[in-house]
């Protein structure tokens, strides 16, 4: 069955970096877009970054956008998130998810709709 597999987080200070890693098994990689999704305490699902299949194009919500870097090695079936310079408010769980690369894809990745497989998460802290 298909299974994605986040790295473990972490907890680090505020200005810190992190890395998160993402790896699929069950799937042909290369034929998903991939995402990454945050909730926060007491917070709803919040769209992160997103990769195309080739890793082509890369997406941010604005409150990322400049911190974080989202890449992938199909060979690896791997996707990571580089995070850097990295708040408070960054503190959530991370989950990443696989999306099949349909047209339709691009008009819904920011949402969850998109994403046809999820990781179990991996919680991130971040102190001040």
């Known amino acids: 069955q298909v299974q994605l597999v986040e790295s473990e987080g972490g907890l680090v200070q505020a200005g810190g970096s992190l890395r998160l890693s993402c790896t699929a098994s069950?799937?042909?990689?290369?034929?998903?877009?991939m995402g990454w999704f945050r909730q926060g305490p007491g917070r709803d699902d919040e769209f992160v970054a997103a990769?195309?299949?080739?890793?082509?194009?890369?997406y941010y919500a604005d409150s990322v956008k400049g911190r974080f870097t989202i890449s992938r090695d199909n060979a690896e079936n791997t996707v990571y998130l580089q995070m850097s310079s990295l708040k408070p408010e960054d503190t959530a769980v991370y989950f990443c998810?696989?999306?099949?690369?349909?047209?339709?894809?691009?008009?819904?990745?920011?949402?969850?709709?998109?994403?046809?497989?999820w990781g179990q998460g991996t919680q991130v802290t971040v102190s001040s």
């Open positions: 998810a696989a999306g099949l690369k349909t047209s339709d894809w691009y008009s819904y990745y920011r949402r969850r709709v998109a994403y046809d497989y």
């Open positions: 069950g799937l042909t990689f290369s034929n998903y877009n």
């Open positions: 990769i195309t299949w080739s890793g082509s194009r890369t």
